[in-house]
T-cell receptor, first 114, second 112 residues
Framework: KQEVTQIPAALSVPEGENLVLNCSFT??????LQWFRQDPGKGLTSLLL?????REQTSGRLNASLDKSSGRSTLYIAASQPGDSATYLC?????????????FGEGTQLTVNP | DAGVTQSPTHLIKTRGQHVTLRCSPI?????VSWYQQVLGQGPQFIFQ???????GRGNFPDRFSARQFPNYSSELNVNALLLGDSALYLC???????????FGQGTRLTVV
């Protein structure tokens, strides 16, 4: 059974700092991995999708890397801003035949202080 | 283009009642998935429908059921509600079977 773990559970940083969020998964046979952002009481916003054949993806100040063999992904946020404050979730899709059955971690709650 | 839309946004029900939640996917998307998110936890997979057929089911009791209509919208039904069913119910749409998932804003269900 696939298990996804995110460390740390919570993180508080001053504005402008670069930071890294970690995601690990137990079964390396994944099809792709997706990072999401969730504001309190809201739905999920897709940030980045990395296919199993890729090493990293970039969007603006965000960079996500994937090391499938070691079961790890990181989300790098450059020059953090107060508006980045949210919970960040990673989710893995076990295989193409598993469709959209995403397995989520419990998230990292990020607070960026002005 | 409209994103994934869910209705209602909030709902309060009494134990033992039945509830229907609705989801309209992004135009052109044929896959709809449902997730339950309890406060403080990550979402848990409930169902996936693709081309109007059930393609996956998570570890949820038979009180949970769903269907997808010819226009690809979907309903999630929960019978005999329990207090533990209180959660944020999220709908996700994808253009195809295993492509990037886009989520709606969710329906907050409170069972009293």
């Amino acid at each position: 059974k696939q298990e996804v773990t995110q460390i740390p559970a919570a993180l508080s940083v001053p504005e402008g700092e670069n930071l890294v969020l970690n995601c690990s998964f137990t079964d390396s046979a994944i099809y792709n991995l997706q990072w999401f952002r969730q504001d309190p009481g809201k739905g999920l916003t897709s940030l980045l999708l990395i296919q199993s054949s890729q090493r990293e993806q970039t969007s603006g100040r965000l960079n996500a890397s994937l090391d499938k063999s070691s079961g790890r992904s990181t989300l790098y946020i450059a020059a953090s801003q107060p508006g980045d404050s949210a919970t960040y979730l990673c989710a893995v899709r076990p295989g193409e035949t598993s469709g959209s059955r995403l397995t989520f971690g419990e998230g990292t709650q990020l607070t960026v202080n002005p | 283009d409209a994103g994934v839309t869910q209705s209602p946004t909030h709902l309060i029900k009494t134990r033992g009642q039945h509830v229907t939640l609705r989801c309209s996917p992004i135009s052109g998307h044929k896959s709809v998935s449902w997730y339950q998110q309890v406060l403080g936890q990550g979402p848990q997979f409930i169902f996936q429908y693709y081309e109007k057929e059930e393609r996956g089911r998570g570890n949820f009791p038979d009180r949970f059921s769903a269907r997808q209509f010819p226009n690809y919208s979907s309903e999630l039904n929960v019978n005999a509600l329990l207090l533990g069913d209180s959660a944020l119910y999220l709908c996700a749409s994808s253009s195809s079977y295993a492509t990037e998932a886009f989520f709606g804003q969710g329906t907050r269900l409170t069972v009293v």
